[in-house]
């Protein structure tokens, strides 16, 4: 069975213990999901150097980051949506069960694993993105499908509203035997317990952690416009998907076009605009593009994308799990980790 790909924001570490991080996540045992070091607001797990906390009250926190920069990133965990741990030693008065030693592989390996096990939901959509990358094309006239694993239902797909509902408790394995029944008049009802995803977010979900090149044939050739910007929260992008969308909406391109501007390697082209066409985000089709240019041209200026004037072609693509947070998204209100505005040094030790 697949595994998926996950992000791992490491905050505040030197470069040394950075980096030995980094390798030691990477070595993935069989079987179990990957991990990869990646910018931190885009991550799906955070490790934080404990002697870069700096406490100022009861769930809030500063993070010197990165390392020796003299940047400072407040942190309130009442507001954090992923899983996270400390690496020891702890600040006084900062209290945490979410630790381990960052110089112990075994200790790094096990704190992975938990994170693994807390994303358990992420993963199972995981596993119905990839299941739909092979079935999509079976179910073109609509209709709902059942996802069943003996007389239990575990995922609802209603393709003409394009959303989906998962049971809360299934693993991504039972989603690899499950049975996919398709019908006109199969029950749309959703049960209670289950939650809704519209299906854009499955498929991107998927796309940005697959290993598999998901970008159909049909795009390595014609020109390539831009029709929506994905209907996704806007801090799932990271800054290529962004110049890439902004690119496009300027000037419609080839692929080899867009190898050349955007000084992308051509793997990392391929999976940005993979997870661009199955977040709904391109299309082959010029009439299509036009019709849809007034809302794509609105939807990319609520992003403030065109605040954060970056240049796609002059850009380098150089990723260190001990970087700075992104330029475009670390300001953004969206995201739990922000801009530190003061000092934190008068505050520490107030926390309990």
């Known amino acids: 069975m697949e595994q998926p790909v996950l992000g791992l924001g490491l905050l505040g570490f030197a470069e040394p213990a950075g980096l030995r991080l980094q390798e030691w996540a990477a070595q993935a045992p069989a079987g179990w999901p990957m991990w990869r070091s990646c910018d931190p607001h885009l991550a799906d797990a955070w490790m934080i150097a404990g002697d870069a906390v700096e406490v100022l009250g009861r769930d809030e926190v500063v993070i010197r980051h990165p390392f020796g920069s003299g940047e400072r990133l407040t942190l309130n965990r009442a507001e954090v949506d992923r899983p996270l741990a400390f690496a020891t030693p702890l600040p006084e008065g900062f209290a945490s069960a979410e630790f381990f030693e960052a110089d ?177 985000a391109l299309t082959t089709d010029v009439d299509s593009a036009r019709r849809a240019e007034a809302d794509t041209r609105r939807s990319m200026v609520s992003l403030r994308f065109d605040q954060a004037n970056i240049d796609p072609v002059s850009r380098q693509h150089e990723h260190s799990g001990s970087v700075a947070p992104s330029s475009i998204l670390r300001e953004a209100v969206h995201s739990p980790l922000r801009i530190s505005t003061g000092k934190a040094e008068s505050h520490r030790g107030s926390g309990t």
């Open 104 to 280: 112990s592989e075994t200790s790094v390996r096990q704190r992975l694993q938990r994170f693994e096990a807390w994303l358990r939901p992420l993963r199972t959509q995981f596993a119905l993105g990839a299941e739909l990358i092979e079935r999509l094309h079976q179910y073109r006239s609509g209709g709902v499908v059942h996802v069943t694993l003996g007389s239990k239902l575990l995922a609802l797909l209603d393709i003409p509203r394009w959303q989906a509902a998962l049971s809360i408790p299934a693993r991504p394995v039972d989603l690899s035997m499950a049975e996919w029944v398709h019908g006109e008049h199969l029950s749309r009802e959703v049960p209670p317990s289950f939650i809704r995803l519209p299906l854009y977010r499955v498929m991107w979900g998927y796309a940005v952690r697959t290993q598999r090149d998901v970008l159909p044939a049909r795009y390595r050739g014609p020109r390539i416009y831009l029709r929506r910007v994905p209907r996704l929260p806007a801090h799932w992008f990271d800054e290529d998907h962004l110049s890439l969308m902004r690119e496009l909406m300027t000037r419609p391109a080839t692929f080899s076009q867009l190898l050349e501007r955007s000084g992308l390697p051509e793997r990392q082209l391929v999976r940005h605009l993979g997870a661009l066409y199955h977040g709904g």
